[in-house]
């Protein structure tokens, strides 16, 4: 989809949302079918907060008309979501490089016309991105 002007939707709801996730109380409950990757006890984690954006990401459904097919939308936001957490258990500094490439796709993606699975990368790394941001906003101010 190629819009007209810079869309705010794409680019706020995901990372504020990611944010709001973060700094919830959902980062203190850990999960007993995860505990293989949880963190020890008494730390925080952003896996459940990511399991709570993989699980709103069908309401995707009620993005814009012209967006194109919604399977792929959401197929990409959780693509997107899982290539920008996943990583940081072996990368330190992926939170970084996933934050700058989502800031560099939101300049320019909205001026070409793109598939919806892309949009929904776009998307995905913008809830990443969120997460991250709100998981040391929360690590360090709450």
């Known amino acids: ?26 980062r203190e409950h850990k999960l007993e079918a995860l505990f293989f990757i949880s963190t020890a006890e008494g730390q925080d984690s952003l896996i459940t907060p990511l399991l709570g954006m993989i699980l ?43 934050v700058l490439v989502w800031i560099s796709q939101s300049i320019y993606l909205w001026r070409r016309d793109y598939p919806p699975f892309r949009i929904g990368i ?11 941001l709100g998981g040391f906003f929360a690590n360090y101010f709450l």
């Open 1 to 26: 989809m190629k819009w007209e002007e810079p869309p705010l939707w794409p680019v706020a709801i995901p990372s504020l949302l990611g944010f709001l996730m973060a700094c919830s109380p959902l």
């Open 56 to 98: 709103i990401t069908p309401l995707l459904r009620f993005a814009p008309e012209g967006i194109g097919n919604r399977i792929e939308l959401v197929s990409g936001a959780i693509f997107g979501l899982l290539l920008g957490m996943i990583p940081q258990a072996f990368l330190f500094p992926w939170m970084i490089i996933v």
């Open 122 to 132: 776009w998307l995905g790394l913008g809830g990443s991105s969120g997460l991250f």
